[in-house]
């Protein structure tokens, strides 16, 4: 499973594995002779899309299928600039109030009907219509003013200072309004045959196997080489691994287990290449703070001391990746090194438990408090062995403190639609994909904590509402990180979650595509420029 | 006369002497383990079979062989009493239903064709799947699909009886129902159960396995033989151990259950001669 051109968003992850942000190629020109057209490349994906409008879902398996299918304004670039992509430049108003974008002209939807900035003020009226159940809205509740100038330019003026305003502008809010004007958006064919201006266009949904995309002819920056992607459903990773031994996937996300000791034969190294970076993502244990037990911080500070993240990275991603204190990755700016951390100490915690009124008067090895057991299960979703072996060593671990944990994995989408959004749960194992930009008030702001909104937990904390206000109301790069580094340690103080490890991304794609650049943040965002020389072509679209 | 024609069929003592070996290993499993099946340990995962682990380690470095000790409680314990469950459903509805006969012979015997009707292991997965699995909903649901086969042999047994001397006898006394089904027919339609019963504990076990392989069975940490088989599935190319050892338990358990049913049935039957 990959992540396209998405990276702006926050999402659910099922699970780690490669992800991407679509950042701009230079035509390399020189060598444009050796580029040749055909060939299709097949995805292993663990998780089923739920919705291909992005602005409608907000798992990852959705996102990274619609990112091959839609653009925004603007996207980033390599060095993680922002730069254009339906968008040709844009100004900003001195005071950062105002921005007016210039549309690229002659951009068709895929359906031939012309791309013009009604199409970005419909995506963006649609978004913020309250019908519309959207994780994402609150970006653009921050407009004041949206309007269309001309055929091609589109201005919005906000009220206060925004400071992730211009990276809002990607690919959530463009939507065809020819299409979509007189629909209910939340119940739209559309969701499930989706009409874009993206490098490939939707040919097919088998439900439960595949989603077929082929090539855009007609795409603003060039045909991509390939004449389609193919992304396969296969949640079982062994089944997967076993279609990639057999060459009948061309792109998977590797286990840290299979990156390290299956892949290694002459096999893989003639026919595979692997690549190896950090992800842009997290996973955490997440507690239900409406719960009476886990509305005590104390209790999740003493849970912290029972854990042994080390023992994570090392048994869970067999040292790939590192462990996790807050909300952003190690090597970006918000990321703050200097929380407080909790350290191993089963002792420490059991006294903490104790403190907090947990003995264990039977004798049977588990706390109890007024008559009652500590025991609470621990939610994950199926198909991810890596997730469910986190929770097993965190049920160990938590059994010698007295805990008692049991562990339900759930297939995802009832797990994210029954138990997430409903908040019927008492702690789970997930993971956030999260974006460049560090505003992260979808995720903390204790007002998001409505049905199908991401602050799931109910986490509810005063200064870091404050915060997070702060932080995106400034465009001064140090102020944001002053609000940012303090929420991080807020939030290593409180522990709504326990942040448990980022994992490092382990893709391996077909030796046959060339064209692959990998850069720091991964291979994926340059995909319609990867080709296959036409003697090693494997596939070609049925007529 | 059981035992005589029992002690011939020397392939069926076997049978018998290893589900009672099993059995002890069920109860001992405390004293026959070498480690604790649940400690984790990231410096030893996945070591081969060894010295320090006979049957080597899983990926979280524990004991293999002490897991499989104490997963024969489980699986042992599941087929038990589920099968359990099965019988005592199985006989109280066969013998109403061949006793009393007419209409309540219709509607139980219908309600038999239905449950038949069900593909048993769909449903299984579907109730789990709706109330969430555990080792006692997986022992009632086997049990609660499994009693069909039971009733059947009870009833056709009870058909034949209650038009036996006997009986008449019993009843021109004046004894009751309840008595008569209960102390008078049901011990002389025991026999078949006997066997079936046997036969269905193998088969329980590897319904449960089944289910357990699927993610659907006894959770996690507990050991089965079923979830270790998963467990290792992942890790078939690299640690062989993880699915070889639980793939022959199960298998020399089933088929010790398989030989002593047989055995037991063919010592039962006054027609076969040995």
């Known amino acids: 499973m990959y992540f396209y051109r998405h990276l702006c968003n926050i999402c659910f992850i099922f699970s780690a594995s490669f992800f991407f942000v679509h950042i701009a190629t230079l035509a390399q020109n020189n060598q444009s002779n050796s580029f040749s057209y055909g060939d299709e490349i097949i995805i292993g994906s663990s998780a089923e899309a739920s919705n291909l409008i992005p602005m409608l879902s907000s798992d990852s398996a959705s996102h990274e299928v619609s990112g091959f299918i839609f653009n925004g304004l603007v996207k980033y670039d390599k060095d993680l600039t922002l730069i254009g992509d339906l968008a040709q430049s844009w100004e900003i108003s001195e005071d950062g109030l105002v921005i007016t974008f210039h549309l690229k002209k002659g951009i068709k939807w895929q359906d031939g009907t012309a791309f013009t900035a009604d199409d970005v003020l419909f995506g963006y009226e649609t978004i913020i219509n309250e019908k519309t159940l959207s994780a994402y809205k609150e970006d653009y509740f921050q407009v004041k003013k949206a309007e269309v100038l001309d055929k091609y330019t589109f201005k919005v003026t906000y009220e206060k200072p925004f400071a992730p305003a211009l990276a809002s502008w990607g690919s959530l809010v463009v939507l065809p309004k020819h299409i979509l004007e007189k629909e209910d958006i939340n119940k739209t064919e559309f969701s499930r045959k989706p009409v874009g201006t993206g490098p490939f266009k939707f040919k097919e949904w088998v439900p439960g196997q595949k989603v077929i995309l082929e090539a855009n002819d007609n795409y603003f920056e060039g045909r991509p080489y390939l004449d389609g992607v193919v992304i396969r459903i296969i949640p079982d990773p062994t089944t997967m691994f076993l279609e990639l031994k057999t060459q009948g996937l061309d792109w998977i996300g590797l286990s840290p287990l299979q990156y390290k000791k299956q892949t290694q034969s002459e096999f893989f190294k003639k026919n595979y290449r692997k690549f190896k970076y950090p992800s842009f993502s997290y996973t955490y244990l997440g507690f239900n703070l409406k719960h009476p037990w886990f509305s005590d911080k104390k209790i999740r500070q003493a849970i912290a001391h029972a854990l042994d993240k080390e023992e994570l990275v090392k048994g869970v991603l067999l040292g790939m990746g590192n462990i996790s204190t807050g909300p952003y990755v190690p090597n970006t700016w918000p990321y703050n090194p200097n929380v407080r951390k909790y350290e191993y100490n089963p002792q420490k915690a059991k006294e903490l438990l104790r403190d907090a009124g947990w003995q264990d008067i039977d004798k049977d090895g588990i706390l109890e408090k007024n008559g009652k057991k500590f025991e609470f299960t621990i939610l994950t979703n199926m198909g991810n062995t890596t997730r469910i072996k986190t929770a097993t060593i965190i049920q160990y671990r938590l059994r010698e403190v007295g805990i008692k944990v049991d562990i339900r994995s759930l297939e995802w989408s009832a797990f994210i639609n029954w138990f997430i959004d409903k908040k019927r749960f008492e702690a789970v194992i997930l993971g956030w994909s999260i974006g460049l930009d560090p505003d992260q008030y979808d995720i903390w702001h204790s007002t998001k904590i409505k049905e199908k909104e991401l602050n799931f937990v109910s986490f509810k904390n005063q200064e870091v509402d404050e915060l997070l206000e702060k932080g995106r109301r400034t465009f001064d790069i140090e102020k944001r990180k002053q609000a940012y580094y303090r929420i991080q340690e807020i939030l290593a103080e409180e522990l709504p979650y326990i942040f448990l490890y980022v994992p490092d991304n382990l893709p391996i794609v077909s030796a046959r595509f060339e064209g692959i650049a990998p850069t720091p943040i991964g291979i994926g965002y340059n995909i319609e420029k990867w080709y296959v020389p036409k003697n090693l072509q494997k596939y070609r679209i049925q007529e | ?274």
């Not at chain 2, 089944?210 to 079923?226: A, M």
């Open chain 2, 1 to 274: 006369m059981f035992w005589k024609r029992f002690k011939k069929n020397k392939l069926a003592v076997i049978g018998g002497i290893l589900v009672f070996g099993l059995f002890a290993v069920a109860i001992f499993a405390p004293l026959l383990a070498p480690y604790d099946p649940d400690i984790i340990n990231m410096e030893q995962v996945l070591q081969s079979p060894g010295a320090a682990h006979i049957l080597g380690t899983d990926d979280l470095g524990r004991d293999v062989l002490s897991r499989m000790i104490y997963g024969t409680r489980i699986s042992l314990s599941i087929g038990f009493i589920a099968i359990a469950i099965a019988t005592i459903i199985g006989v109280i509805l066969g013998s109403i239903s061949g006793y009393y006969g007419r209409l309540i012979d219709s509607l139980i015997m219908r309600l038999v064709d239905i449950m038949l009707s069900v593909p048993t292991f769909f449903l299984l997965l579907t109730v789990l799947a709706i109330v969430g699995p555990s080792i006692w909903i997986v022992m009632f649901v086997i049990g609660l699909t499994g009693w069909m086969s039971i009733a059947r042999l009870v009833r056709a047994e009870f058909l034949t009886l209650k038009e036996r001397e006997f009986v008449q006898a019993a009843r021109s006394i004046g004894a009751s129902d309840a008595r008569i089904i209960f102390r008078h027919i049901l011990p002389n339609a025991l026999t078949p159960v006997y066997v079936s019963f046997i036969l269905g504990v193998a088969g329980a076990i590897l319904m449960e396995s089944g289910l357990s392989f699927l993610g659907f069975g006894v959770q996690p940490p507990t050991p089965s033989w079923g979830n270790i088989l998963t467990a290792g599935r992942e890790y078939m190319e690299v640690a062989w151990w993880l699915i070889l050892f639980p793939g022959i338990a199960i298998f020399i358990t089933c088929l010790s259950y398989y030989i002593l049913g047989e055995g037991i049935r063919q010592a039962l039957d006054p027609k076969l001669k040995i």
